[in-house]
C-alpha cells in the first residue's frame, strides 16, 4: 500500500462510532447503520457491511448498530480488522473478523457471539488491544443491573479473550471465563495508555435499580485485572442505592454526579499530540463534546474540549486527534 496523503480537515461519515489508524496511516472507522470504511488514496471506500439494527422493532430508540472495531497490533503482517455489531435477530451481538486486502474485506469470520438483551440499550460494544496482545469486549448489563456482579455472566463487564476469539487461560476467573473486570453499567469507550493503564467511560444509571433517572456518569483511570466495580451496589462517587452498602468496592476516579454528558470514546494523548491534549486522557460526550482530564484526582478534574467529540476519539499517526460526531471525522491538530 503505498504512503497515505494527509487527512483532510473533515471527513463526512454517518454516525461513525468507532475509529482506528492501521500502520500505513489509513483511517479506518465504524458506521452504525452497518459499514465500515476505510479512508485511503483520498477518498472513503466501503471495506465490508455487517447486517444489523439501529431501532427495536417497533422503530424506537436503541443502542444497537456497528458499535466497535479494532486493528490486530499485528497489522503490518496478518492484516485482521475486528469489529462489534449487534445481529439484526435482536438475540445476539458479534464479533467478527476480516483480511485486509487493499482496502477489501476477505475471510470473514465470527469468532465471539454474545447476548444482546431484550430492550434497547446497555449494549457495550467497544474492541480495544491490550499491551499483551489479548483482545479486550465491553459489554454492557443490558438492562439486568444485578448481572453486573455475577462474574460467571457476561454482562456488565470488560471481557479479555485471545486473538482468535478463544478464552485465554490465564483469565481472572478461571480458564473458560472471559470476564476481566465487572461491575460496570454500560462501559461504551475504553482505551490501552502506552504502559498498559487502562481507562473506562461507564454512561450512569438513569433510574436502574432504583437509581437517580439522570446524571452520574463516570470515568475509570487504571482498570485492573479481576477488579470489581460498585454498579448496581451504588452510582457515582460511592452513594449507595437503598438497603445497600458499595461492597468494598472502588468508585468512579470521576462522577457527573447530578449532570449527564453520556461519555464515549477515549483516548490517552502521547507527549506529541496538540498543545493542550499532550500527556493527557480525553474522552468524549454524546451531550457537550470532549472532555480533558486536567488532573487524575482523586477525584479527577476534567475541562470541557471541542464538541465535535461526541462519539470517538484517536490519536493519528501524525499526532493530530482525529474525533467523530454523528455527521463526520473531524481532525484537531
Partial sequence: MPAQ?????????????????????RLFYTERSGTV?????????????????????????SERGLLGLALSPHFATDHYVYAFYSDADYQSQHVIRWQDCGG??????????????GDCCHKGGRLAF????????TLGDEHDAPSAQNTSDPRGKILRYNPDGSIPVDNPF?????????????????????SGQLAVTNNGPSGDAGSP??????????????????WPLCY??????????????????????????????????DASGPAGYADHLVFCTFDYGMRIVASAGPPATVVAG????????????????????????????
Fill in 306 to 333: 471541542p464538541s465535535t467529540c461526541r462519539l470517538a476519539v484517536v490519536e493519528g499517526p501524525d499526532h493530530a486527534l482525529y474525533v467523530s460526531d454523528t455527521v463526520g471525522i473531524h481532525r484537531i491538530a
Fill in 37 to 61: 470504511r476505510v479512508w485511503q488514496n483520498g477518498a472513503s471506500k466501503v471495506f465490508a457491511t455487517v447486517q444489523t439494527v439501529t431501532t427495536e422493532p417497533n422503530g424506537t430508540y
Fill in 5 to 25: 496523503a494527509a487527512l483532510p480537515a473533515t471527513i463526512s461519515a454517518n454516525f461513525p462510532t468507532a475509529l482506528a489508524f492501521a500502520p500505513d496511516g
Fill in 130 to 137: 491490550g499491551p499483551d496482545g489479548k483482545l479486550y469486549v
Fill in 236 to 269: 457515582g462517587y460511592s452513594h449507595p442505592l437503598e438497603s445497600s452498602s458499595c461492597g468494598g468496592k472502588p468508585g468512579p476516579d470521576w462522577s457527573s454526579e447530578q449532570g449527564t454528558v453520556v461519555p464515549t470514546g477515549v483516548a490517552w494523548v
Fill in 174 to 194: 478461571g480458564p473458560n471465563n472471559p470476564v476481566w473486570a465487572y461491575g460496570l453499567r454500560n462501559p461504551f469507550g475504553f482505551a490501552f495508555s502506552s
Fill in 104 to 117: 477489501s474485506a476477505a475471510n470473514a469470520r465470527v469468532l465471539i457471539t454474545l447476548p444482546s438483551g
Fill in 213 to 230: 433517572s439522570t446524571g452520574y456518569d463516570e470515568l475509570y483511570l487504571d482498570v485492573m485485572r479481576g477488579e470489581g466495580f460498585q
